[in-house]
């Protein structure tokens, strides 16, 4: 059993941090999922405080990454139509032309949002990039602790 959960453990923490780079499903979430099948065994690597904080981190990140490319866009000068336009782009960039759509989607959205809310060329340009740097931090934070959850991972699985 306890090799069935390893290699279980092992398949969900790449597939997480596949995920934790496209916005489909939450990688991180995977990749903790991956230190509790870890858990699971007949002699326990972790801690319940160690799985326990890392579920908390695992929660605020998830929060964050949604939190991130709205503030990222209301910070550069964003309204409620550049973050509906960041949001309707990011989905339409998926699955017209991923992987690349996942990254100009928000950017093309939110400037598009931005013009048809009204505003100038310029503010709308801001509005795209805020989307763009909020996308790439919420990334780079979701691929960071799966990263990291994947060394834990890796030095207690063999």
């Known amino acids: 059993m306890d090799i069935f959960l390893t290699i279980s453990g092992l398949v969900i923490l790449i597939i997480g941090i596949i995920f934790s780079v496209l916005p489909v499903i939450p990688g991180q979430v995977l990749s903790w999922v991956a230190l509790v099948l870890l858990q699971l065994k007949s002699l326990p690597p972790f ?9 908390l981190v695992t929660a605020g990140v998830t929060l964050l990454d949604y939190l991130v490319p709205i503030w990222g866009t209301k910070k550069l000068g964003g309204s409620k139509m550049g973050i509906r336009g960041a949001t309707v782009g990011l989905i339409i960039g998926m699955f017209i032309i991923p992987p690349f759509g996942i990254i100009v989607g928000p950017f093309a959205g939110a400037f598009l949002g931005e013009l048809a809310g009204g505003k100038d060329t310029a503010t709308a340009l801001r509005s795209g990039l805020g989307s763009f740097v909020g996308f790439v931090a919420g990334t780079l934070m979701k691929l960071g602790i799966s990263l990291i959850m994947g060394y834990y991972f890796l030095i207690n699985a063999f």
Request: aromatic fraction near 22%; charged fraction near 10%; glycine fraction near 0%.
């Open 47 to 55: 801690s319940s405080r160690f799985i326990i904080i890392w579920a």
